[in-house]
């Protein structure tokens, strides 16, 4: 049992009851695809929690910290509120929640990367974003959608059917978007798009993209805690660097060094040592992970020796 307003926050776990009112309450997608990318960033950012089975608040072990489980559509809402302090959840969320301006914006995340996409039937008729509108549209955006098609309907929509009344028809449906077409009730969607094999396993296409998003932090902008807040993004940020880069240790003769920074310039500027041996030196580096077998070929084809590439487990940059 929980209670989340502002003058009593407390939660009752089985054996105690936890104020929460000197802590910080941090709003995690209960479920879905960004819940377990956000456990495992908690996880590399040491915030240690316990989850009573079917508690929505978990207090974190060693840190002022509450986590606050909620459906990512509300977390934009809570946080913009004050009801939490701090939240994840996706870009596309926080504009449909029309809370952009109400929160501030910390971190992009780096996962739950998708688009939102105008679909039509692969076998219909319409072909390109113009000719849906004035038909009817289903998706769980209505708000990005209903922006998105009232611009296409001021510019595709004659003056007569201005006169009419007639617009695009955006209706709201909670799930299973992707079937709308086929039970009739669309004649296009508006929904996300990662791999496209839900859109394709429906016999459908993408004609146009509303937006792009992915996971964000996001902060109320009156919380009281920013130095707390501060020490969470910090560690965020340490775990998205040690995911996204290796460390590349390398040795080169001294006359291909400039070359060979050139290659591996490093966040700020590579580590060069020494070697015992006069002419060359050692050179270390963090790159970017998806460009390192790249890189290596480079270094070796100027005459790099001894190429080691190193996991990252957790930094501070
Ligand atoms: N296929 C996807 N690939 C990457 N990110 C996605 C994908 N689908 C959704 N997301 C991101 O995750 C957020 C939550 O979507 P999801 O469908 O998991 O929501 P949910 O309604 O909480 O969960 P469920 O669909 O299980 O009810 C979306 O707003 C979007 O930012
Ligand atoms: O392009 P794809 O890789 O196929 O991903 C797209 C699908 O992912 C999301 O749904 P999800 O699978 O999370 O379940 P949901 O439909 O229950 O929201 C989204 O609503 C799409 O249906």
Redesign the pocket.
């Known amino acids: 049992m929980y209670h989340l307003s502002k003058r009593y926050r407390y939660v009752i776990t089985p054996f105690s009851s936890i104020s929460l009112s000197d802590r910080l309450l941090f709003g995690i997608?209960?479920?879905?695809?960004?819940?377990e990318h956000c456990l495992s960033l908690l996880n590399g950012a040491d915030i240690n929690f316990y989850r009573h089975n079917r508690l929505d608040i978990a207090p974190v072990s060693n840190l002022p910290i509450a986590l606050v489980f909620l459906?990512?559509?509300d977390i934009p809402k809570y946080v913009a509120d004050g009801n939490v302090d701090l939240g994840i959840?996706?870009?596309?969320?926080i504009l449909?929640s029309q809370a952009e301006e109400r929160v501030e914006q910390l971190l992009d995340l780096g996962?739950?990367?998708?688009k939102l996409q105008v679909q039509v039937p692969i076998k219909s008729n319409i072909k390109k974003v113009e000719d849906l509108v004035g038909k009817r549209v289903v998706s769980?955006f209505v708000v990005l959608a209903s922006a998105y098609f009232e611009e296409l309907d001021k510019k595709y929509l004659s003056d007569d059917q201005k006169k009419e009344g007639k617009k695009t028809k955006i209706e709201y449906v909670?799930?299973s978007v992707e079937a709308a077409c086929a039970l009739g009730l669309a004649d296009g969607i508006v929904d996300?798009?990662?791999?496209g094999e839900?859109m394709r396993a429906a016999g459908l296409h993408a004609i146009s993209t509303v937006c792009n998003?992915?996971?964000i932090l996001i902060r109320n902008k009156h919380s009281s805690n920013d130095s707390l807040i501060a020490k969470i993004t910090s560690r965020i940020k340490g775990v998205i660097a040690a995911q996204k880069y290796v460390l590349l240790n390398y040795n080169i003769q001294r006359h291909s060094l400039s070359k060979a920074t050139k290659i591996t310039p490093g966040r700020q500027a590579p580590t060069v040592s020494p070697l015992d041996n006069g002419d060359w030196v050692e050179v270390q580096s963090m790159v970017c992970k998806d460009e390192v077998a790249e890189i290596m070929d480079k270094l070796e084809e100027i005459g790099a020796k001894d190429i080691l590439v190193f996991k990252i487990d957790n930094c501070r940059v």
Request: proline share 6%.
């Open positions: 997608p209960k479920k879905g695809r960004l819940h459906p990512a559509a959840t996706g870009q596309d969320m449909e996962f739950g990367k998708c769980s909670s799930g996300l798009v990662e791999s839900t998003t992915e996971a």
